[in-house]
């Protein structure tokens, strides 16, 4: 069975530092790896996927994630963080046979 | 396209009532998803359809939860007797393909059982 750990429920973060939201997940097989943000009162949005290739994924707004497979993680990361960016984040996970399964998620607050 | 649209935005009901929660996935995606999210137990996925047939309904949480996809365009998610506990918000969800490919969400119901 797949499973996703977002091991912070909150995240807090000066505007303009850098910011880093951590995920850890188990699969069987090989894992296909996603970011999606989700704002107030609107439903979740696609950030980045990471399916294979590079380890190194860019996505949406700035965001990038780092697939590491020795440590069977994909942080999400943004060298410049903006108020804009607090929301709720989640990270999720396939091995291609099953449906995406979510973390908890993550509430990432930017401080001005 | 509009994206996968989702009526109504908010539903206030009494315990007993039924509920009836409607999706319109994006032209052309195979899969549709169901999905509630509270703040205890997180985004779960209830069920979803691949070309219209139900595929895996496991996460439906008891018999008063049915979803129903007649067509490629329409969905619904029934609840009857609906009950406090049941209160959550309810997103739709379509895509392409059902692990590798991106969901694009419907901007969810609030459900709220007084």
């Known amino acids: 069975a797949q499973s996703v750990a977002q091991p912070e429920d909150q995240v807090n973060v000066a505007e303009g530092n850098p910011l880093t939201v951590k995920c850890t997940y188990s699969?069987?097989?090989?894992?296909?790896l996603f970011w999606y943000v989700q704002y107030p009162n609107r439903g979740l949005q696609f950030l980045l996927k990471?399916?294979?290739?590079?380890?190194l994924v860019k996505g949406s707004y700035g965001f990038e994630a780092e697939f590491n497979k020795s440590q069977t993680s994909f942080h999400l990361k943004k060298p410049s963080a903006l108020v804009s960016d607090s929301a709720l984040y989640f990270c999720?996970?396939?091995?291609?046979?099953?449906?995406?399964?979510f973390g908890k998620g993550t509430r990432l607050s930017v401080i001005a | 396209d509009a994206g996968v649209i989702q009526s109504p935005r908010h539903e206030v009901t009494e315990m007993g009532q039924e509920v009836t929660l409607r999706c319109k996935p994006i032209?052309?995606?195979?899969?549709l998803f169901w999905y509630r999210q509270t703040m205890m137990r997180g985004l779960e996925l209830l069920i979803y359809?691949?070309?219209?047939?139900?595929?895996?309904d496991s996460g439906m949480p008891e018999d008063r939860f049915s979803a129903k996809m007649p067509n490629a365009s329409f969905s619904t998610l029934k609840i009857q007797p609906s009950e406090p506990r049941d209160s959550a918000v309810y997103f739709c969800?379509?895509?392409?393909?059902?692990?590798?490919?991106?969901?694009?969400f419907g901007p969810g119901t609030r459900l709220l059982v007084l």
């Open positions: 969800a379509s895509s392409p393909g059902y692990s590798i490919e991106t969901q694009y």
């Open positions: 699969v069987s097989g090989n894992p296909y």
């Open positions: 990471y399916i294979t290739g590079d380890n």
């Open positions: 999720a996970v396939s091995n291609g046979n099953t449906p995406l399964v």
């Open positions: 032209s052309g995606h195979d899969y």
């Open positions: 359809f691949n070309n219209n047939v139900p595929i895996d």
